[in-house]
């Protein structure tokens, strides 16, 4: 009786390093901001008139809530700001750096900082009170040959909607760059007050996005600033889609996020849900920086299909 054969092992599969995302393919621009966290009570929250995720720029009767965080309660340090917190997520996913951070000194405020206030598991107030990422300019900062290099090696973008609300003439630039050497660029709408308060520059940079992401209720505030007459989120990605857009060889992609519900996604040719992950809500420790993260990680895969030619 002749021996069986012996199986043929299989082959190990040779798995691609990602030696290709080369640094600086990921360009984000952004407010870096001090983010100081502790969980907070009613009063609290009733006191500097703040709602429950809500997102909201820092007025003159929030000019004590940064002290009274501190003194009151226990609290966290984070460096901060939404680009750069998609941008960390994104080079975390790629295990390979992907791009630098480059700040600004200046002599005229301090640091940024933003009140992450979390009253519930699920639920967080962001107050930012921008300070020094309010002194950015596009004249000293973005025009500078070495600043500038780094957005000319890029092949991805992304700025958060904040950022429109310091230096808008920037974020122009980056998205017309984009769209005349057929990068990839994507905007997060942030918050509501940017559709509502900042509908102008949002709407100038709109023709040169390629990925619109958002929030269901950022969503909401968008489609009705702009007419759209409908509260169904899947409409308002559909239209949101099909606005004016300059490089027609990318059709615009847009992304609202709905927490624990369906995920929305608008293409040209259609619009798709995407369920979430069933979640323990008791599980949940804080959502802060949860939309963030999610950018990141879009923005990660879409810088590696960027370098294999795949977008």
């Known amino acids: 009786m002749a021996a069986a054969e012996e199986e043929p092992k299989p082959k190990k599969m040779k798995v691609e390093a990602p030696r290709a995302l080369s640094e600086n393919i990921l360009f984000g621009m952004g407010n870096p901001l001090l983010d100081i966290t502790a969980v907070v009570d009613k009063d609290f929250l009733d006191k500097y008139s703040l709602k429950p995720n809500d ?30 917190n998609s941008i960390k ?9 992907c791009g630098d951070l480059i700040t600004m000194s200046q002599n005229e405020q301090t640091t940024g900082t933003c009140g992450c206030v979390p009253s519930l598991r699920s639920n967080r107030s962001l107050v930012a009170n921008l300070a020094a990422a309010n002194c950015y300019k596009k004249e000293k900062h973005l025009d500078i040959e070495k600043n500038w290099t780094l957005v000319e090696k890029a092949s991805v973008y992304y700025i958060a909607g904040f950022f429109l609300t310091v230096s808008p003439e920037s974020v122009l630039k980056v998205a017309k760059h984009a769209s005349e050497n057929n990068r990839v660029f994507t ?4 918050a509501p007050f940017i559709s509502q308060f900042y509908k102008e520059p949002l709407m100038k940079v709109m023709p040169y996005i390629d990925i619109l992401f958002g929030n269901e209720t950022e969503a909401a505030t968008f489609a009705r600033e702009q007419g759209f007459e409908t509260e169904d989120i899947k ?35 259609e619009v798709t849900a995407f ?21 990141g990680g879009t923005d990660s895969f879409i810088s590696y299909l960027q370098v294999k030619h795949f977008l």
């Open 55 to 84: 997102q909201i720029l820092a007025e003159d009767k929030h000019k004590e809530l940064f002290d009274e965080l501190v003194k009151k309660f226990k609290v966290e340090y984070h460096a901060g700001g939404s680009t750069q």
């Open 89 to 97: 997520v994104a080079q975390w996913m790629i295990q390979h750096p």
């Open 187 to 190: 905007l997060n709408l942030s």
């Open 235 to 269: 409409e308002i990605a559909r239209k949101a889609q099909a606005l004016p857009k300059v490089n027609p060889k990318r059709q615009r992609i847009v992304v609202f996020t709905q927490g624990r519900e369906d995920t929305i996604m608008a293409t040209e040719s």
């Open 275 to 295: 369920a979430v992950l069933d979640q323990d809500q008791k599980e949940i420790v804080d959502t802060n920086g949860a939309g963030d993260a999610f950018v």
